[in-house]
Nanobody, 114 residues
Framework: QVQLVESGGGSVQTGGSLRLSCTSSDNYFEMYAMGWYRQAPGKRREYVAQ???????EYVDSVKGRFTVSRDDAKKTVFLQMNNLILEDTAVYYC????????WGQGTQVTVSP
């Protein structure tokens, strides 16, 4: 069973930056697109960004220009560089495979304060 472990969250002030990591146990990691998702308090989990197996990236409008998703297939890891953070980015962040999701990891908490 594939396991996903997210890390890198923390507490920052508005305008700050964080870099999230998600390491997978999937032996076929390089074959799959990987996505980032987030769940804010009292809200449903939402899609944020993804990187295809070829390296093509996609973002929701609210994070375009601020977030960058990337991957290191040798390390079976996907990253989310988050810059210019705003209050609305506060959430638990998760990674998963957009087209064929596996069991969700525990996520990593990102808290943005004024």
């Amino acid at each position: 069973q594939v396991q996903l472990v997210e890390s890198g969250g923390g507490s920052v002030q508005t305008g700050g930056s964080l870099r999230l990591s998600c390491t997978s146990s999937d032996n076929y990691f390089e074959m799959y697109a990987m996505g980032w998702y987030r769940q804010a308090p009292g809200k449903r989990r939402e899609y944020v960004a993804q990187v295809s197996s070829e390296g093509t990236t996609e973002y929701v409008d609210s994070v375009k220009g601020r977030f960058t998703v990337s991957r290191d297939d040798a390390k079976k890891t996907v990253f989310l560089q988050m810059n210019n953070l705003i209050l609305e980015d506060t959430a638990v962040y998760y990674c998963n495979r957009p087209q064929s999701p596996v069991q969700w990891g525990q996520g990593t908490q990102v808290t943005v304060s004024p």
